[in-house]
């Protein structure tokens, strides 16, 4: 722009607010998970008298270099209020109307009291209007920047750091100030390189280790959008969604979207399930270490292969509301080609999926730390662990975790801790070997004065002593079936995975008293005779219990 023209075009200005001429445009902010309108970003329009639509980047910088600049994001916040005024009294409360403060505002030392004045004068709550600030300004006037961030933090302000990542960062800046939300530049997403995806995953994940929340700008095709939800960005913002929309258009599209705004209520949940780290190695463990304001060392070293689902549990129902792609596919490997199949088999109330997974979301929810549950399903041995993230009225948001095994691996790997490693044996009750072509046992292991049976005459004898002496008489001849070599071996050569297991009550710690252990036979890989591990190991707390009512009211599930 020549020098005339910016001339002109400053002589204008005062002109142009008065006129309506400056008007604010309204960009609507999405919830990535649930493709709600979370608030909208307030961005500065100048129209000629002729229609047309002078662009900001024309008018700014003159104004900044004119010292109008203050005037203009004073008039933009007016207009914000305005709007969140007009929602308010229509009924549909905008929970977040987001204005951008230039660097050159700092400058001004009533600021502060400028920005209330004009929240006053619309009895707009300070919670409401979010402050947007590059992070520039904060490696000019650091002092003056302090004082001033301190006054508004104090006062109730929510203060966003705008356009992260678009040249001038600084990570030190987030050791010195405390940003509700980090708002990443759209320079991000314009060329979606694998390095460009990894830079943006591991700042997504940073952010949410510092408790800050994240949103993206820049969002133009479903591919930004799934993968900024697979990253756990909680918020996206671009063309996508939708342009900057005038007053009148904003209101036009709620009215025609009912429940497209969230509200204060959903804002609260949906921001503590936003804290869930989706890229952290150990995502359930690093949440509750957080939650506790005690980092765990640990929980950064786990191997994380992604197998990570949000499930929604109201009463006696589960909603998958959402699941990465590494949880699907542990989902196919126990034969659920869908999440749709996984929820119509939890649908049924009796059946073993349903009985099992709400026992466990229940302890969960009572003591609000991880719970774990191994079990198999369809041949496949899987392991599932469950925290809750959230909770409202009537329902609660777990974080599942899905573990599948590679029983064949395992197999290999069982035998070579038998060979270097029989301390780690101590996690079980007892360890036998079975020898089914020799008519041979040798036991191992065992974490008690248990007798040894397995010094009998035959095998078939060993197996008949031990279950007599040891397992409930109630249990006794489901048992005696379970460990039945005629049939052992066609029931583990149809299995993929090489075990069958059982659950059965026992008396291996207490001869007055039975309670609930579960029995494993695993076929270990060898060149020579077949060869099988017999591993029994205690249930712990109120799963025997649990166990017990499943025993009387659905025996068949056993």
């Not at 403060?101 to 004068?121: A, K, P, Y």
Request: with cysteine; net charge negative; aromatic share 10%.
């Amino acid at each position: 722009m020549d020098c005339k023209a910016e001339e002109k075009l400053v002589d204008r200005f005062h002109e142009a607010v008065s006129s309506g001429q400056i008007r604010a445009f309204f960009q609507p902010i999405m919830r990535s998970m649930t493709q709600q309108i979370i608030g909208v970003e307030s961005l500065a329009r100048w129209f000629h008298p002729d229609g047309s639509i002078l662009a900001p980047d024309l008018f700014i910088p003159s104004l900044e270099q004119n010292g109008l600049i203050f005037e203009l994001d004073m008039e933009i916040l007016r207009q914000a209020c305005i709007l969140y005024d007009e929602f308010r009294h229509r009924g549909t409360t905008l929970q977040c109307v987001s204005v951008n403060l230039s660097r050159m505002d700092f400058g001004h030392e009533d600021l502060f009291e400028r920005v209330c004045s004009v929240l006053d004068m619309y009895s707009v709550p300070h919670e409401a209007i979010k402050l947007e600030i590059t992070e520039s300004l904060m490696l000019e006037d650091t002092e003056s920047f302090e004082k001033i961030f301190r006054h508004f933090s104090e006062a109730g302000f929510s203060v966003w750091l705008d356009d992260f990542g678009s040249g001038y960062s600084s990570l030190n800046v987030l050791q010195s100030y405390s940003f509700d939300v980090i708002k990443f530049d759209m320079l991000f997403l314009r060329e979606l390189s694998v390095k460009g995806r990894e830079v943006l995953a591991s700042l997504v994940s940073m952010a949410k280790t510092l408790g800050i929340h994240t949103l993206t700008e820049g969002v133009e095709t479903n591919e930004h959008r799934e993968f900024l939800l697979s990253i756990g960005c909680e918020a996206q913002q671009g063309f996508y969604y939708a342009r900057p929309l005038s007053k009148e258009e904003l209101m036009e599209t709620v009215d025609e979207k009912p429940g497209i705004l969230e509200g204060q209520e959903e804002i609260q949940y949906w921001n503590e399930v936003g804290q869930l780290n989706l890229v952290n190695p150990n995502p359930l463990k690093e949440f509750q270490a957080r939650r506790r304001n005690s980092p765990d060392r640990d929980s950064h070293v786990s191997s994380y292969d992604g197998s990570i689902a949000l499930v929604e549990c109201g009463q006696d129902r589960f909603s998958y509301i959402y699941a990465t792609e590494g949880y699907k596919e542990r989902l196919r490997e126990l034969g659920f080609t869908t999440i749709g199949g996984l929820e119509s088999a939890l649908s049924n109330q009796r059946s073993h999926q349903f009985l099992m997974i709400r026992k466990l979301v229940l302890e969960a929810i009572q003591n609000g730390t991880i719970q774990t549950v191994e079990y198999s399903y369809k041949d496949v041995y899987y392991r599932l662990s469950a925290l809750p993230i959230a909770k409202r009225k009537g329902r609660v948001m777990i974080v599942m975790r899905l573990n599948t095994f590679d029983l064949e691996r395992e197999a290999q790997t069982t035998k070579e801790m038998l060979n270097n490693s029989s301390a780690l044996l101590t996690t079980y009750e007892l360890v036998v070997m079975l020898y089914p072509e020799s008519r041979v046992a040798k036991r191992i292991y065992t974490a008690n004065a248990i007798p040894e049976y397995d010094r009998e005459a035959s095998l078939e004898k060993s197996i008949e002593k031990f279950c007599r002496a040891e397992v409930d008489p109630v249990d006794q001849e489901r048992y005696l079936r379970f460990i039945d070599f005629k049939t052992m071996a066609g029931r583990i050569g149809n299995s993929p995975k090489l075990f069958i297991q059982g659950l059965f009550r026992m008396r291996l710690e207490n001869r007055d008293r039975s309670r609930w252990y579960i029995a494993r036979v695993t076929q270990i890989p060898t060149f020579s005779e077949p060869e099988f591990m017999l591993t029994v190991q205690n249930i712990q707390g109120d799963l025997n219990q649990w166990l017990d009512i499943v025993a009387r009211e659905h025996p068949e599930m056993l």
